[in-house]
């Protein structure tokens, strides 16, 4: 069973960067696909990035696409999310998940 932790979150100005990391234990790291979903309040969840088991290979929807980046350390079990030019409405909680687990979430916050 793969358990994921999240951290890295908090509050920010527009304009700011943040980065996330996502741990994981519980099962061979490298054989799963990893993905970054967030949550804002009263919206579905929304995938925003997603990694292949080596990290070859990223997708983003057009709503992050340039402005986050997806990076996964087999070695270490981690996966990253490097968010640049953060807006308010980037404002959600975020969950890594893979390999069907989920982690608890962390808050993210742009104030304008």
């Known amino acids: 069973q793969v358990q994921l932790v999240e951290s890295g979150g908090g509050l920010v100005q527009a304009g700011d960067s943040l980065r996330l990391s996502c741990a994981a234990s519980?099962?061979?790291?490298?054989?799963?696909?990893m993905g970054w979903f967030r949550q804002a309040p009263g919206k579905e969840r929304e995938l925003i990035g997603a990694?292949?088991?080596?990290?070859?290979?990223?997708y983003y929807p057009d709503s992050v696409k340039g402005r986050f980046t997806i990076s996964r350390d087999n070695g270490k079990n981690t996966v990253d999310l490097q968010m640049n030019s953060l807006k308010p409405e980037d404002t959600a909680v975020y969950y890594c998940t893979g390999r069907n687990a989920w982690g608890q979430g962390t808050q993210v916050t742009v104030s304008s």
């Open positions: 990694t292949t088991r080596s990290g070859g290979s990223t």
């Open positions: 519980g099962h061979t790291f490298s054989s799963y696909a």
